[in-house]
C-alpha cells in the first residue's frame, strides 16, 4: 500500500462546539477545511492522508463555565464576555508554570501526543505528516515541537519511541490566524528562537522549500506575520519561513477582525494549502521510486 500523509489539525482558543469528540478521526471542526481541500484536489487525493483532529478545548472548558455559573447575576453577560472566558482566557491559562497544581501547559501537550501515537499506528513511526494549526493553535504546536527538539541539545533522552512522535517528520508546518507575537512580547526581539526544521528523519525529496507557512489576514486582530519578531524569526525567511497574506473573510466579516474565525472555509487558504499537500504527495511518491530508499514508514 503505498505510503500515506498524515494530517494533524488543531484548533485555536474557545470552545469547539457540541461536535467534539474522542475520536480524533472524526472531523468536526475541521470539516469545512476538509470539504474545501476535496474542492481543490479531488476526492481520491484526499484518501491518501490520514486526517485527526486534537482537541484541546475540554482541558478549560469546565473550569470557564463552572465560574461563569457562580458569577450569574452578579455580572452582566453577553458575548464580550464569552469571548474573554472562553477565549482570551485559553492564550492567559496555557503556560508552562512550576506550580504543580497548574497542568493545563502538560494537559494540553498530552492531547497532541494523544493524536500523533494514533497516526503512528496509521501510517508508522516514521511516516511523514503535515500539521494545520489554527490561531494558539499554532503557539501549542509550536511549543509542543519546541519542548521535544530541546531533549537532544540537553543530551536527553526522547520524549517518544518515533522519529513522528518526536516531531521529526513534520514536511510542512502550516499556520494560520498565528498568534505567537502575543506570547513573546516579554523577552527582547531578537531572543525570540523559533523551532527548528521538523524534517531531520525525513529523505531529501520531503524537505526542500520552506517548511513553515503562515497565513494570515491583515484585518485578523488575532492573527499575524512572524517574520518580523526578531532576527531568528528574521533569519528563516525566505528558505525556511514563508508569510503570506490571503484574504480569509466572509461577507461583512472580511473588512473585521471577524476574519479571524473563517480561515477554515476561506477559499483563498484552500488554494495554496491543497498545493502543497499535491506537492507533499508528489514528493513522497518521488522518494519511494529513488533508487536504494525506502518511503517514510515502509
Not at 76 to 103: E, K
Request: with cysteine; proline share 5%.
Amino acid at each position: 500500500m503505498a505510503q500515506k500523509l498524515g494530517i494533524l489539525v488543531i484548533h485555536g482558543m474557545g470552545s469547539q462546539g457540541e461536535g467534539a469528540s474522542n475520536n480524533s478521526s472524526k472531523r468536526t471542526y475541521s470539516e469545512r477545511l476538509y470539504n474545501g481541500l476535496v474542492s481543490e484536489i479531488g476526492a481520491r487525493m484526499m484518501t491518501e492522508l490520514s486526517w485527526r483532529e486534537v482537541q484541546f478545548s475540554h482541558v478549560l472548558q469546565p473550569k470557564q463555565k463552572g465560574y461563569l455559573g457562580r458569577i450569574r447575576g452578579l455580572a452582566s453577560s453577553g458575548r464580550g464576555r464569552d469571548f474573554v472566558l472562553h477565549r482570551l482566557s485559553d492564550a492567559a491559562s496555557y503556560r508552562q508554570t512550576a506550580h504543580r497544581d497548574d497542568t493545563t501547559y502538560e494537559d494540553i501537550h498530552a492531547e497532541v501526543a494523544k493524536v500523533t501515537s494514533e497516526l503512528v499506528r496509521d501510517i508508522g513511526g516514521d511516516g511523514p505528516i503535515m500539521v494545520l494549526a489554527h490561531s494558539l493553535g499554532g503557539h501549542v504546536l509550536s511549543n509542543f515541537i519546541y519542548d521535544q527538539q530541546k531533549l537532544p541539545r540537553r543530551r536527553a533522552p526522547a520524549n517518544f519511541a518515533t522519529p513522528l512522535e518526536n516531531m521529526q517528520t513534520v514536511t510542512k508546518f502550516v499556520t494560520f490566524g498565528c498568534n505567537i507575537p502575543v506570547f513573546v512580547m516579554g523577552y527582547p526581539a531578537d531572543n525570540v528562537t523559533p523551532i527548528e526544521d521538523p524534517r531531520s528523519a525525513l529523505p531529501d525529496a520531503l524537505r526542500q522549500g520552506p517548511w513553515w507557512h503562515n497565513f494570515y489576514d491583515r484585518q485578523d486582530i488575532l492573527g499575524y506575520p512572524l517574520a518580523q519578531i526578531g532576527a531568528k524569526y528574521g533569519a528563516l525567511v525566505p528558505d525556511q519561513l514563508r508569510d503570506q497574506e490571503i484574504n480569509a473573510g466572509w461577507g461583512l466579516g472580511s473588512l473585521t477582525w471577524l476574519s479571524h474565525n473563517n480561515y477554515w472555509r476561506a477559499v483563498s487558504l484552500h488554494r495554496p494549502l491543497g498545493r502543497l499537500i499535491k506537492n507533499t504527495l508528489a514528493a513522497l511518491d518521488a522518494a519511494a521510486a529513488a533508487p536504494g530508499t525506502d518511503a517514510p514508514g515502509a
